[in-house]
């Protein structure tokens, strides 16, 4: 099998760090989905297979074990190959490679004798000062062999209570290589997700917090108060989905939870924890991988190395102050399938809110005195839709929000000179044009029209709205209504056809807009308009193609043309 080419370009930045500094343990950050396991065993290949050396894996669940044992068979012979976990109920000792359950060698690194290179998976566990299981192990391997060396595999390089795990001073010391979840979406490598919050919110005020952690018992208690809303929203809101992943907050939280949905949705739903009888587990999470069953609710027991591609809905029923918890709970839903197009986040523990989109978190050290920033997302009040939090215009519905309140900042934005200032311009407009605007990274997102004013005078500016013919719900509603106040003809059914209207003089001429900004914030935004009192009432279509060809000749400005606004969220 051969490497994508994030994981072949993973694989040789972790050879260059090694052979660059003997002092290097490296570590590659590839999302969740997105295939460690073949990484790892084309490492092992080249270690076990042309070095000659021995490879111990590490794993902290017997799933991961299965899944790196699995793989590996593939690429060595079966006599090379062992698995140490007294879960699986297999003890080797002398092969040359050997995928070990954490729990079951921590205090056995002698009898394991001496390795080449220990690779750790979900390589965030090992903790940055001393103690714990992994600590205690990679020590006492560099006694047997002071020259073996670590390799971190993660997708969430960072702890709750260190931050970045990759320090001097740490087991692993840099890391080596980087893939965004943006980009193997983009590449279709990584399943497109959305988000919507609860229409009811829990009250998460007060609740106590022991090792930057919320307590869970009061967690719960608070999500407990809107089982009831959440349910009956989730099961409206997936009603067309398959497979759907619910996290909760405690095993009673969980049990309500599922006794719930079963009412409501007349299906069977699942249930999974740390107590459920191994055998047990398995039929369920099989069935659940087979979509026999709809619904699964677990309690912390399928974070990581869990495998279920077909999962197209998640559902957060709790609050964490995890980074990297919330990571992996959303990145169950990241893997691709052929039985899905995207999949939903259902988040009812304001968890986005708290932390961003998973590709665009920031994990700040933590030092004493710090006060918590801006949350980096918001929710639009129309929709539920979870966006970052510099949007002016929510991108599912259209919602434009207020401008933040004014704060003082140390240095001037570019419309005032205070942070959250509005400033408001009018310009007289000289001419308006139409183009069908596509997501690049998002082409499968409805096109929107981005129409485009320019404004008169001797530095001409352009000023860039979009109109949402092709969405549905709120969009579609403002389109219509922004239709009919600069037309008398029918309202276009999709984007391309009011592009084409719009350029034949289905709509009246645009005198002036006003124009807002708001310091600290992006983009701008188009608040009012004087518009022609005579609506067109009839088109001439020919005329428009014509129009369209004159202007590709005359500016070089097509439907493929971007103009550098890709990041605008429609």
Same mark, same amino acid.
């Given at each position: 099998?051969?490497?994508?080419?994030?994981?072949?370009?993973?694989?040789?930045?972790?050879?260059?760090?090694?052979?660059?500094?003997?002092?290097?343990?490296?570590?590659?950050?590839?999302?969740?989905?997105?295939?460690?396991?073949?990484?790892?065993?084309?490492?092992?290949?080249?270690?076990?297979?042309?070095?000659?050396?021995?490879?111990?894996?590490?794993?902290?669940?017997?799933?991961?074990?299965?899944?790196?044992?699995?793989?590996?068979?593939?690429?060595?012979?079966?006599?090379?190959?062992?698995?140490?976990?007294?879960?699986?109920?297999?003890?080797?000792?002398?092969?040359?490679?050997?995928?070990?359950?954490?729990?079951?060698?921590?205090?056995?690194?002698?009898?394991?004798?001496? /390795?080449?290179?220990?690779?750790?998976?979900?390589?965030?566990?090992?903790?940055?000062?001393?103690? +714990?299981?992994?600590?205690? /192990?990679?020590?006492?391997?560099?006694?047997?062999?002071?020259?073996? %060396?670590?390799? +971190?595999?993660?997708?969430?390089?960072?702890?709750?209570?260190?931050?970045?795990?990759?320090?001097?001073?740490?087991?692993?010391?840099?890391?080596?290589?980087?893939?965004?979840?943006?980009?193997?979406?983009?590449?279709?490598?990584?399943?497109?997700?959305?988000?919507?919050?609860?229409?009811?919110?829990?009250?998460?005020?007060?609740?106590?917090?022991?090792? +930057?952690?919320?307590?869970?018992?009061?967690?719960?208690?608070?999500? $407990?108060?809107?089982?009831?809303?959440?349910?009956?929203?989730?099961?409206? @809101?997936?009603?067309?989905?398959?497979?759907? @992943?619910? !996290?909760?907050?405690?095993?009673?939280?969980?049990?309500?939870?599922?006794?719930?949905?079963?009412?409501?949705?007349?299906?069977?739903?699942? !249930?999974? #924890?740390?107590?459920?009888?191994?055998?047990? %587990?398995?039929?369920?999470?099989?069935? /659940?991988?087979?979509?026999?069953?709809?619904?699964?609710?677990?309690?912390?027991? @399928?974070?990581?190395? /869990?495998?279920?591609?077909?999962?197209?809905?998640?559902?957060?029923?709790?609050?964490?102050?995890?980074?990297?918890?919330?990571?992996?709970?959303?990145?169950?839903?990241?893997?691709?399938?052929?039985?899905?197009?995207?999949?939903?986040?259902?988040?009812?523990?304001?968890?986005?809110?708290?932390?961003?989109?998973?590709?665009?978190?920031?994990?700040?050290?933590?030092?004493?005195?710090?006060?918590?920033? *801006?949350?980096?997302?918001?929710?639009?009040?129309? #929709?539920?839709?979870?966006?970052?939090?510099?949007?002016?215009?929510?991108?599912?519905?259209?919602?434009?929000?207020?401008?933040?309140?004014?704060?003082?900042?140390?240095?001037?934005?570019?419309?005032?000179?205070?942070?959250?200032?509005?400033?408001?311009? *009018?310009?007289?407009?000289? %001419?308006?044009?139409?183009?069908?605007?596509?997501?690049?990274?998002?082409?499968?997102?409805?096109?929107?029209?981005?129409?485009?004013?320019?404004?008169?005078?001797?530095?001409?500016?352009?000023?860039?709205?979009?109109?949402?013919?092709?969405?549905?719900?709120?969009?579609?509603?403002?389109?219509?209504?922004?239709?009919?106040?600069?037309?008398?003809?029918?309202?276009?059914?999709?984007?391309?056809?009011?592009?084409?209207?719009?350029?034949?003089?289905?709509?009246?001429?645009?005198?002036?807009?006003?124009?807002?900004?708001?310091?600290?914030?992006?983009?701008? $935004?188009?608040?009012?308009?004087?518009?022609?009192?005579?609506?067109?009432?009839?088109?001439?279509?020919?005329?428009?193609? %014509?129009?369209?060809?004159?202007?590709?000749?005359?500016?070089?400005?097509?439907?493929?043309?971007?103009?550098?606004?890709?990041?605008?969220?429609?």
């Amino acid at each position: 099998m051969e490497l994508r080419y994030y994981q072949a370009a993973a694989k040789e930045a972790i050879y260059n760090a090694l052979e660059s500094d003997e002092s290097c343990n490296p570590c590659a950050v590839l999302p969740t989905g997105s295939g460690k396991t073949p990484l790892l065993s084309k490492i092992c290949q080249d270690v076990a297979g042309k070095w000659g050396g021995r490879v111990l894996v590490l794993a902290h669940v017997k799933e991961l074990l299965e899944q790196a044992a699995e793989k590996l068979q593939h690429f060595l012979p079966d006599n090379m190959v062992g698995i140490y976990s007294a879960g699986l109920n297999r003890r080797d000792t002398d092969k040359q490679v050997i995928c070990a359950g954490i729990q079951s060698v921590y205090k056995r690194a002698g009898e394991l004798g001496a /390795f080449s290179c220990i690779i750790v998976d979900e390589a965030h566990l090992i903790p940055a000062h001393d103690g +714990g299981m992994y600590r205690t /192990f990679i020590e006492s391997a560099r006694v047997v062999n002071p020259r073996v %060396r670590v390799i +971190g595999l993660t997708a969430t390089p960072y702890r709750m209570d260190c931050g970045w795990i990759c320090d001097d001073d740490n087991i692993l010391t840099s890391i080596a290589y980087e893939v965004g979840v943006r980009e193997l979406i983009a590449r279709g490598y990584l399943c497109h997700i959305k988000t919507r919050a609860g229409k009811e919110h829990p009250d998460l005020a007060g609740i106590p917090i022991r090792g +930057g952690e919320y307590i869970v018992p009061k967690m719960a208690e608070r999500m $407990s108060d809107i089982v009831e809303s959440a349910c009956v929203e989730i099961v409206e @809101l997936t009603r067309d989905r398959h497979s759907v @992943l619910i !996290f909760a907050s405690s095993l009673e939280h969980g049990r309500k939870i599922q006794e719930r949905i079963a009412q409501l949705s007349c299906v069977e739903v699942g !249930f999974v #924890c740390g107590d459920t009888p191994a055998a047990e %587990r398995a039929e369920l999470l099989a069935r /659940f991988k087979r979509s026999d069953i709809k619904f699964i609710v677990n309690m912390n027991v @399928l974070t990581t190395g /869990f495998d279920a591609p077909n999962v197209d809905a998640v559902v957060l029923m709790r609050a964490t102050l995890s980074p990297g918890l919330y990571y992996q709970m959303v990145g169950r839903g990241l893997r691709v399938d052929e039985s899905k197009d995207d999949c939903i986040i259902l988040d009812y523990g304001e968890n986005t809110i708290r932390h961003g989109a998973i590709d665009m978190m920031e994990i700040k050290e933590k030092k004493k005195g710090d006060e918590p920033g *801006e949350a980096p997302a918001k929710e639009c009040p129309e #929709c539920q839709a979870v966006v970052f939090a510099g949007v002016a215009r929510c991108p599912e519905c259209g919602f434009e929000f207020p401008p933040p309140e004014v704060k003082h900042k140390s240095k001037a934005g570019k419309a005032g000179v205070l942070s959250g200032e509005v400033t408001t311009t *009018e310009h007289t407009i000289e %001419r308006t044009r139409y183009y069908i605007h596509e997501k690049r990274n998002n082409p499968d997102a409805p096109k929107t029209m981005r129409v485009e004013y320019e404004a008169a005078g001797l530095y001409s500016t352009i000023h860039k709205e979009w109109v949402c013919f092709s969405h549905e719900g709120f969009a579609r509603q403002r389109a219509e209504n922004w239709w009919r106040d600069r037309s008398n003809l029918p309202v276009p059914k999709t984007t391309e056809e009011a592009v084409r209207l719009a350029d034949a003089g289905a709509l009246a001429k645009t005198n002036k807009i006003i124009w807002r900004e708001v310091s600290g914030e992006k983009y701008g $935004s188009i608040i009012g308009w004087d518009i022609d009192d005579e609506k067109p009432c009839a088109v001439d279509c020919a005329e428009a193609d %014509r129009i369209a060809q004159e202007d590709a000749a005359e500016w070089g400005v097509g439907e493929d043309d971007w103009w550098g606004d890709d990041d605008v969220p429609f």
